[in-house]
């Protein structure tokens, strides 16, 4: 059975940092493309980040280039949002998925809140 499972989600202060983890179980993690996507309160997804199996290849979303790195551990099945200068329209429920694109599973998500 395939699980993700996002942790480290919480309240940062704008220009703070904050680092997102997802444990992934029950497939290949070392082979599939992993991404990151968020949905705001009122708003649809919004992708964020790509990462290709070997960890050396990244790509992101406008909104975040600059200031988040997407990141993984194959030996830890484990992969990473590092959240730099998170403003406050960074608020939103932040999830993890295997796959490139939208991903075929989801985990149920972590929320961060950016306020001062």
């Known amino acids: 059975e395939v699980q993700l499972e996002e942790s480290g989600g919480g309240m940062v202060h704008p220009g703070g940092s904050l680092r997102l983890s997802c444990a992934a179980s029950?497939?290949?993690?070392?082979?599939?493309?992993m991404t990151w996507v968020r949905q705001a309160p009122g708003k649809g997804p919004g992708w964020l980040s790509v990462?290709?199996?070997?960890?050396?290849?990244?790509y992101y979303a406008d909104s975040v280039k600059g200031r988040f790195t997407i990141a993984r551990d194959n030996a830890k099945n484990t992969l990473y949002l590092q959240m730099n200068s998170p403003k406050p329209e960074d608020t939103a429920l932040y999830y993890c998925?295997?796959?490139?694109?939208?991903?075929?599973?989801w985990g149920q998500g972590t929320q961060v809140t950016v306020s001062s």
């Open positions: 998925a295997r796959g490139g694109y939208w991903g075929d599973y």
């Open positions: 029950g497939f290949p993690f070392s082979t599939y493309y």
């Open positions: 990462i290709n199996p070997g960890g050396f290849s990244t």
